[in-house]
């Protein structure tokens, strides 16, 4: 008899996101489901490790009534505590999401969604970090029922090929009904631009502080790239390798001159 899969589900939105229940539900036929998710959001986070306090995990329930565990560290801290023993079984796939809002381009840097993915991958475990290219209205009610089925469909797909070492799947789902999604591209990654500006006050005392506000980040929906996927109504999916040594600049920064003295002015 075939083993059972053990799938991990992690998130940065916190371990009660409802994209994350969505997920878990979806991914159950496919083996084991354990979570081990942020106890709060971590959105934007990047990939973090803490090692200046002890972690604490509880347990606790999600809206289903299955069981989680809840940790006060990064979704990177969940999965690092999850392979290193916090789980008694081995781990054969993570996923981490659904996050609400997608992760495009160099939002990646940025990404505690993605960053959970990266853990795994540097524990040697396939990994997927799962996107909806949502509202931005934290209002509006979102249906992650659809992104869920596509990240099952892609989740069962990587258990029967497996992805060569260092290598994670970034996908971003479009918001859109489940019959209206036009397919899946496979893609690299886009240019990203960002519209922040500094926003600048005084406390009560007088002293400054900051906020970076902006609106939402937009992109250049190139052919082949995940923005131009996402915006043709397609599933992207990109492959992103851990190595970020800039391989075609290699040859050319070996022909500069290290031993020349230092220019002053």
């Given at each position: 008899?075939?083993?059972?899969?053990?799938?991990?589900?992690?998130?940065?939105?916190?371990?009660?996101?409802?994209?994350?229940?969505?997920?878990?539900?979806?991914?159950?036929?496919?083996?084991?489901?354990?979570?081990?998710?942020?106890?709060?959001?971590?959105?934007?986070?990047?990939?973090v490790?803490?090692?200046?306090?002890?972690?604490r995990?509880?347990?606790?329930?999600?809206?289903?009534?299955s069981?989680?565990?809840?940790?006060?560290?990064?979704?990177?801290?969940?999965?690092?505590?999850?392979?290193?023993?916090?789980?008694?079984?081995?781990?054969?796939?993570?996923?981490?999401?659904?996050?609400?809002?997608?992760?495009?381009?160099?939002?990646?840097?940025?990404?505690?969604?993605?960053?959970?993915?990266?853990?795994?991958?540097?524990?040697?475990?396939?990994?997927?970090?799962?996107?909806?290219?949502?509202?931005?209205?934290?209002?509006?009610?979102?249906?992650?029922s659809?992104?869920?089925?596509?990240?099952?469909?892609?989740?069962?797909?990587?258990?029967?090929?497996?992805?060569?070492k260092?290598?994670?799947?970034?996908?971003?789902?479009?918001?859109?009904?489940?019959?209206?999604?036009?397919?899946?591209?496979?893609?690299?990654?886009?240019?990203?631009?960002?519209?922040?500006?500094?926003?600048?006050?005084?406390?009560?005392?007088?002293?400054?502080?900051?906020?970076?506000?902006?609106?939402?980040?937009?992109?250049?929906?190139e052919?082949?790239?995940?923005?131009?996927?996402?915006?043709?109504?397609?599933?992207?999916?990109?492959?992103?390798?851990?190595?970020?040594?800039?391989?075609?600049?290699?040859?050319?920064?070996?022909?500069?001159?290290?031993?020349?003295?230092?220019?002053?002015?």
């Open positions: 008899m075939e083993n059972v899969k053990h799938i991990l589900v992690t998130n940065d939105d916190g371990v009660m996101a409802p994209g994350l229940l969505a997920l878990v539900q979806a991914l159950r036929p496919l083996g084991k489901v354990s979570v081990v998710a942020p106890d709060h959001n971590w959105s934007v986070a990047g990939h490790k803490t090692l200046h306090r002890p972690l995990v509880k347990e606790t329930k999600l809206a289903d009534g069981l989680a565990l809840m940790c006060d560290g990064a979704p990177s801290d969940c999965v690092a505590l999850a392979y290193m023993g916090l789980l008694s079984e081995p781990i054969d796939l993570v996923v981490s999401g659904i996050n609400p809002v997608p992760n495009l381009g160099t939002d990646l840097t940025y990404s505690g969604t993605v960053a959970a993915a990266m853990e795994g991958v540097i524990w040697g475990i396939q990994s997927i970090a799962v996107s909806l290219d949502g509202p931005h209205d934290p209002q509006q009610q979102i249906d992650f659809p992104a869920a089925k596509i990240a099952a469909r892609i989740s069962a797909c990587v258990l029967r090929n497996r992805l060569p260092g290598v994670l799947l970034n996908v971003n789902v479009p918001f859109l009904k489940l019959e209206e999604i036009r397919g899946y591209r496979v893609t690299r990654l886009g240019e990203r631009m960002y519209h922040d500006f500094l926003v600048r006050r005084e406390d009560p005392f007088g002293r400054p502080y900051y906020w970076i506000g902006g609106d939402p980040p937009s992109g250049v929906p052919d082949g790239t995940d923005i131009g996927a996402l915006a043709a109504g397609f599933v992207s999916i990109t492959p992103v390798h851990m190595d970020m040594t800039a391989h075609h600049f290699l040859s050319r920064l070996q022909g500069w001159d290290w031993e020349s003295p230092a220019v002053t002015s």
